[in-house]
Structure formats: structure tokens, C-alpha cells
């Protein structure tokens, strides 16, 4: 059985008649004769029987059809999809931190429809912490990631494509918010919310406050940042934090940090030497040539 004998199948229940059939196929009717043949000797049933000078489904005929043409949509599906994902349309399955939700990854996603207006390219967008995210490139859930950089990911490529300095925020009403900035040493007195051991901005913090001279009071360690502004919006103590369209929005009052001063680096991450459609590339090479890095 081969996809050929199941066109040629399809097309002679259609027509009921195997010079009709045989024409629209472009083959000669001994052909067509020897396929259907062939296909009923491989399936050990009839699936046409005369009936006057025409022939026409047996039941088991009408049963295989319906099967045929439900495998045949499908296939069908899957070739067309497969071919516009070859001329750069399809889907790009796209993840990033719940930070870059707000004006990066909208930017980078605006900008790339526009410049490639005449191609059909949907996005797949999943929002999670770096390591998760990681984890579901190197699992193919995700084409390209936008998160920080981790180290010991040898499979991984980094690329810094957009940054954010760091803050610190306080409760409005906190001993700290009449300064509009400060050092990390100052704050070490204040119990402090922390990002997660799992957030790639974890080991960054932690550097600072290594070279601030100290650690503070920590009371909780929370994976996501806009979290963490509504857990100091409501008094549960001081942070840093990306410095976040969101914040502006929040009841918390916003600092600069003047010493250890620090940015932090978004990147694109991207499995090397592995194949990604033409979409994904093209989307690549889109943000890598459109990057926000000052």
C-alpha cells in the first residue's frame, strides 16, 4: 500500500467510473485497474462492485473511504503547514520573562510584523523564570528565549539584546522613601524580599550585596519581580528590582542605587548548532539586528 494506490482510491469512489477517474489521475485505466486490485489484495476485501455498466463502493469500501479522506486531510494539513513554515510563515513559539512582557518583547514583536507585513507568522508567547524557560529550549517546547543569562549551559547561546538597570523600591510610607537614592550598604538594615535561588537575577543581587559589605534580613525569596513590587507595595519590607514600567503604577517609591552601581542584561538564548525554522531565524536575526542595548 502505498499513497499513490490511496489517491488513485479516493478518486475512482468519487467518480465511479474508471475512465473518468483514470483521465483525471493522468494514468492509463489498466493502471488504475491493477492499483485498486493490488490495494484490495493487500486488504483481503472488495471495495468496489459492478453494478450495471458502473461500479460502486461496497460497504467496506464506503468505511475505508471515510478513513482515507480523514488521513488525507490530515497529511494534507501537514504538508501545508510544513511548506509555509518552509518560505518563513508558521508559528514561533517564543518565550521571555513576565519583565519584558510589558514594552521589550511587544517592541521586538511590532517591529518584526511590520518589516515582514506580507508573510503569516503567529506567535506562541510563554512567560516563566530563566531556568524554567532554559529548560523548555533545550526541551524544544520554545524556538528562542528572552531571559538572563545562566552559567554551565555549554548547549545554550547567549546574546545580550536589551538591559534594565536595577532599583531600589520601599513602601511610600517607608523611612527610606523621602531619598531618591541610595547605596546597597544603607539598606542593609532593612528587611529586604529577595528573588528565588531559581531567578537568574539571584546571583547578581547577591554579588552586590557581597560587595555592599553585607546581607540583609531576608523575609521572602519570591521568582518573579512584579510579585515581589506588590509584596513591597503592601509593606512586607524593601527590594531591588528591575527598574519596570510596572513600578510606576505600584505603591512603592522608587530609588536609584549610586553604589554598586549595575544594569542588567536581557539575552536571547537559542539552542547552538540545532535547526530552527526560517520564521524563528528570521525573527533571530530580526531582534540581534534591532537590539536595545544603549
Same mark, same amino acid.
Given at each position: 500500500?502505498?499513497?499513490?494506490?490511496?489517491? %488513485?482510491?479516493? +478518486?475512482?469512489? $468519487?467518480?465511479?467510473?474508471?475512465?473518468?477517474?483514470?483521465?483525471?489521475?493522468? &494514468? +492509463?485505466?489498466?493502471?488504475?485497474? $491493477?492499483?485498486?486490485?493490488?490495494?484490495?489484495?493487500?486488504?483481503?476485501?472488495?471495495?468496489?462492485?459492478?453494478?450495471?455498466?458502473?461500479?460502486?463502493?461496497?460497504? %467496506?469500501?464506503?468505511?475505508?473511504?471515510?478513513?482515507?479522506?480523514?488521513?488525507?486531510?490530515?497529511?494534507?494539513?501537514?504538508?501545508?503547514?510544513?511548506?509555509?513554515?518552509?518560505?518563513?510563515?508558521?508559528?514561533?513559539?517564543?518565550?521571555?520573562?513576565?519583565?519584558?512582557?510589558?514594552?521589550?518583547?511587544?517592541?521586538?514583536?511590532?517591529?518584526?510584523?511590520?518589516?515582514?507585513?506580507?508573510?503569516?507568522?503567529?506567535?506562541?508567547?510563554? +512567560?516563566?523564570?530563566?531556568?524554567?524557560?532554559?529548560?523548555?529550549?533545550?526541551?524544544?517546547?520554545?524556538?528562542?528565549?528572552?531571559?538572563?543569562?545562566? !552559567?554551565?549551559? !555549554?548547549?545554550?547561546?547567549?546574546?545580550?539584546?536589551?538591559?534594565?538597570?536595577?532599583?531600589?523600591?520601599?513602601?511610600?510610607? $517607608?523611612?527610606?522613601?523621602?531619598?531618591?537614592?541610595?547605596?546597597?550598604?544603607?539598606?542593609?538594615?532593612?528587611?529586604?524580599? &529577595?528573588?528565588?535561588?531559581?531567578?537568574?537575577?539571584? !546571583? &547578581?543581587?547577591?554579588?552586590?550585596?557581597?560587595?555592599?559589605?553585607?546581607?540583609?534580613?531576608?523575609? %521572602?525569596?519570591?521568582?518573579?519581580?512584579?510579585?515581589?513590587?506588590?509584596?513591597?507595595?503592601?509593606?512586607?519590607?524593601?527590594?531591588?528590582?528591575?527598574?519596570?514600567?510596572?513600578?510606576? +503604577?505600584?505603591?512603592?517609591?522608587?530609588?536609584?542605587?549610586?553604589?554598586?552601581?549595575?544594569?542588567?542584561?536581557?539575552?536571547?538564548?537559542?539552542?547552538?548548532?540545532?535547526?530552527?525554522?526560517?520564521?524563528?531565524?528570521?525573527?533571530?536575526?530580526? &531582534?540581534?539586528? $534591532?537590539?536595545?542595548?544603549?
Amino acid at each position: 500500500m502505498n499513497l499513490y494506490h490511496l489517491r %488513485y482510491f479516493v +478518486t475512482l469512489a $468519487h467518480w465511479e467510473h474508471y475512465t473518468k477517474a483514470a483521465a483525471e489521475l493522468s &494514468i +492509463t485505466q489498466p493502471s488504475l485497474s $491493477h492499483a485498486i486490485s493490488s490495494l484490495e489484495q493487500e486488504l483481503g476485501v472488495n471495495l468496489f462492485e459492478k453494478e450495471g455498466r458502473n461500479i460502486v463502493l461496497t460497504k %467496506y469500501g464506503r468505511l475505508f473511504l471515510a478513513d482515507v479522506e480523514k488521513s488525507m486531510e490530515i497529511l494534507e494539513a501537514g504538508i501545508k503547514t510544513l511548506k509555509s513554515a518552509g518560505i518563513g510563515e508558521g508559528t514561533i513559539d517564543l518565550g521571555f520573562l513576565r519583565t519584558l512582557g510589558t514594552d521589550v518583547v511587544p517592541g521586538f514583536i511590532s517591529g518584526y510584523q511590520k518589516e515582514y507585513a506580507d508573510r503569516n507568522v503567529n506567535f506562541n508567547l510563554n +512567560t516563566g523564570v530563566t531556568e524554567d524557560l532554559l529548560n523548555g529550549l533545550k526541551n524544544k517546547k520554545y524556538d528562542l528565549v528572552l531571559c538572563s543569562k545562566m !552559567p554551565k549551559e !555549554p548547549s545554550i547561546e547567549f546574546i545580550p539584546v536589551a538591559q534594565q538597570k536595577l532599583v531600589l523600591i520601599v513602601p511610600i510610607n $517607608h523611612p527610606l522613601a523621602i531619598r531618591n537614592s541610595i547605596t546597597l550598604t544603607e539598606t542593609l538594615q532593612y528587611p529586604q524580599i &529577595i528573588f528565588s535561588k531559581r531567578s537568574g537575577l539571584r !546571583p &547578581i543581587i547577591d554579588e552586590l550585596f557581597e560587595v555592599a559589605g553585607g546581607y540583609p534580613e531576608v523575609v %521572602y525569596e519570591i521568582k518573579e519581580d512584579q510579585v515581589i513590587a506588590g509584596f513591597v507595595a503592601k509593606g512586607f519590607g524593601i527590594a531591588v528590582v528591575p527598574d519596570m514600567p510596572i513600578l510606576e +503604577t505600584m505603591d512603592v517609591k522608587k530609588l536609584e542605587i549610586n553604589s554598586p552601581n549595575w544594569q542588567r542584561n536581557f539575552y536571547l538564548a537559542f539552542l547552538k548548532d540545532k535547526y530552527i525554522s526560517p520564521a524563528a531565524q528570521t525573527f533571530k536575526n530580526y &531582534i540581534i539586528e $534591532h537590539s536595545l542595548l544603549e
